[in-house]
């Protein structure tokens, strides 16, 4: 239901922008998006250092930050100074488990993260520059996964395209975050901090949960 009724704002939101673009003879700007994620996609208080990765205290696992982020937007210009920005943004995640214990398995884990952010942004002209605040909603969902084992009955490699730790694929969580809009030749450069909080765990499992907690900087190149 919550799905549906994001669902259902964020089309009636759209549909607002294409009035107003087509009252003022205007077409949305479209633009493509680069990232870098600043969280982690899995919480780990307390980690130490393990070849680059997380550590998780008092589990098998190990997790890393994402070391990008892409995708594309379009934003609709509304009236009061605000805007209304829907992007399509695509990370890769992974967490690797090993089982010391039992049958001494090695077990990677990789899956594609998306998310479709709807956000209302409200502009402060300043100059050339246009601050702006915004906040909305998103939509996460979790696809592709791929899960490899690797033990001593299978040195090749077993794999498999799902995961025992997979806990809910789609979400929705709520979006604030803060940024400035710039003309750079003919392109709009808009630099970017967001902040998502989700309203449940992607993947879960003793000693491993899904950070509700995420941080991005992205830019958007606009033409």
Known sequence: MRNLVIAALALAAC????????????????????GIPVTDMFSASNTSAFGGQNQLPGSPYTSAVPRYEFGAGAEFHLPYHLRFEVDGLYKRGGFN??????NGAYRPTN????????????????????????????????????????????????I?????????????????????????????????ARYTRWANQAFAGPGLRTNLDQGDVLLGIGF
């Open 15 to 34: 549909s607002a922008g294409l009035r107003a673009q087509e009252s003022e003879g205007l077409k949305p700007t479209l633009s493509l998006k680069v």
């Open 97 to 102: 488990s090993f089982n010391a214990y039992g």
């Open 111 to 158: 899956f594609n993260w998306w998310e479709v952010p709807g956000v209302f942004k409200y502009n402060i002209a300043v100059g050339h520059f246009r601050p702006f605040v915004d906040f909305g909603a998103s939509m996460r969902h979790i696809s592709t996964i791929r899960q490899t084992t690797y033990s001593a009955a299978t040195p090749a490699g077993a």
């Open 160 to 192: 498999l395209d799902n995961a025992a730790e997979i806990h809910n694929r789609n979400s929705v969580g709520a979006v604030a975050g803060f940024g400035i809009t710039f003309k750079k030749g003919p392109f709009e450069l808009t630099p970017e």
